[in-house]
């Protein structure tokens, strides 16, 4: 597996590019739009082919390269079903896993910081990683007080979901 941790300083957004060796398949989560063709230029270096685009929940703090990205390579665009996304090429729900090459993503509803929201989890080699969106970040959450959220029905990732695995949370940078 290819992975790497990308950030975005405008935002504090951390993409993430996950990429099978086998295959050459590679998706990024959670692009930011300002960082489009740096985030190419790092799949391209990687000799990796973009795949798909996945977000874990619309953003209020920065757009989204999804777009973009499909437009330069033919990437697929997916976002959780429950947002009833026209734009989104695959619709994503929890118990059916997204296939990246030969690695799996499972995702996990983690609603709270907005009601759709959605993290996922990697389980490769006897180790998890959850990439958690804003459901989880360095020190905090996000901010639950609007895009339809609620600390009421906040649900963290659990890295116990892993199960024996030993688990690396990637949450996004506080603010
Ligand atoms: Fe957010």
Redesign the pocket.
């Known amino acids: 597996m290819l992975f790497r941790q990308l950030y975005e300083p405008e935002s504090s957004t951390y993409t993430y590019l996950i990429g099978c060796e086998e295959t050459g398949e590679c998706v990024l989560i959670d692009p930011v739009l300002e960082a489009a063709e740096r985030d190419l230029t790092v799949v391209q270096e990687l000799d990796l082919r973009l795949a798909m685009t996945i977000e874990t929940?619309i953003?209020?703090?920065h757009v989204s390269s999804a777009a973009r990205l499909r437009s330069l390579t033919g990437c697929k665009v997916a976002y959780p079903a429950m947002e009833g996304l026209a734009c989104a090429d695959i619709g994503i729900k929890e118990g059916e896993p997204v296939a990246v090459g030969s690695l799996s993503l499972r995702p996990l509803f983690t609603p709270g910081?907005?009601d759709t929201h959605h993290s996922y989890l990697l389980e490769q080699g006897g180790q998890a990683r959850v990439f958690t969106?804003?459901a989880l970040l360095i020190d905090g959450c996000?901010r639950t007080d609007f895009q339809n959220g609620s600390a009421d029905i906040l649900r963290r990732p659990n890295a116990s979901e892993s199960g024996p695995c030993r688990s690396i949370m990637k949450p996004k940078a506080a603010r």
Do not use: F, L, S, V
């Open positions: 929940h953003h209020a703090d910081h907005t969106g804003d996000g």
